[in-house]
């Protein structure tokens, strides 16, 4: 079956503390996973897809084949990061997402 | 904001009715989706299209109808067969393929009494 799993619905941290959002998968294939986020009174929106390897507000993704995880980190969060955050699974040849349960990232000041 | 669009923000509707909501977009993508959010449960897809004439099913597709006849629109129709069609539907369009961005809309809230 075709899963993505964010085992965490809250995740609450300090300014300035490192951060790490879980995202594990379920898939047979090669994959293409995205982290997209939204912001209080925005739209959903991309933050970052694995394929690129970029890092976009100091947040960094690695696909770990081996423990089927594309985890999300960040250094140092701001409190400007918080937000819902969704990891996503695109299957081969679909054009489609796959959406994990969200977890809300609350930074404190 | 611009490029997609969805109307209304808020709707009401009796159960038992049939309700469609609108979905516009204005980038030239080929492809469409439609999601429904509920709390704890994430994004799960409804129905998508990659092609004008043309649209798949998603994961909860029943009680859901969609038609793709111009590459601009993709509205959804929720009919008195969805069992709890309350919910936040979110629209989103990209150019098609596993790679690419999907942008979102900013979604209509439905509440069915």
């Known amino acids: 079956a075709q899963r993505v799993t964010q085992p965490e619905k809250l995740l609450s941290v300090f300014k300035g503390a490192p951060v790490e959002l879980k995202c594990n998968y379920s898939?047979?294939?090669?994959?293409?996973l995205f982290w997209y986020v939204q912001y209080s009174r925005q739209r959903l929106q991309l933050l970052l897809r694995h394929i690129s390897r970029e890092s976009i507000k100091g947040f960094t993704a690695d696909l770990n084949k081996g423990e089927t995880s594309f985890h999300l980190k960040k250094p140092f969060a701001q409190e400007e990061d918080s937000a819902m955050y969704y990891c996503?699974?695109?299957?081969?040849?679909?054009?489609?997402?796959?959406f994990g349960q969200g977890t809300t990232l609350q930074v404190k000041p | 904001d611009g490029g997609i669009t969805q109307s209304p923000k808020y709707l009401f509707r009796k159960e038992g009715q049939n309700v469609t909501l609108s979905c516009e977009q204005n980038?030239?993508?080929?492809?469409m989706y439609w999601y429904r959010q509920d709390p704890g449960q994430g994004l799960r897809l409804i129905y998508y299209s990659q092609i004008v004439n043309d649209f798949q099913k998603g994961d909860i597709a029943e009680g859901y109808s969609v038609s793709r006849e111009k590459k601009e629109s993709f509205p959804l129709t929720v009919t008195s067969a969805q069992k709890n069609p309350t919910a936040f539907y979110l629209c989103a369009s990209s150019l098609g393929g596993n790679y690419y961005e999907q942008y979102f809309g900013p979604g209509t809230r439905l509440t069915v009494t």
């Open positions: 996503a699974l695109s299957p081969s040849n679909t054009g489609k997402l796959i």
């Open positions: 898939y047979s294939g090669s994959p293409e």
């Open positions: 980038l030239n993508h080929d492809a």
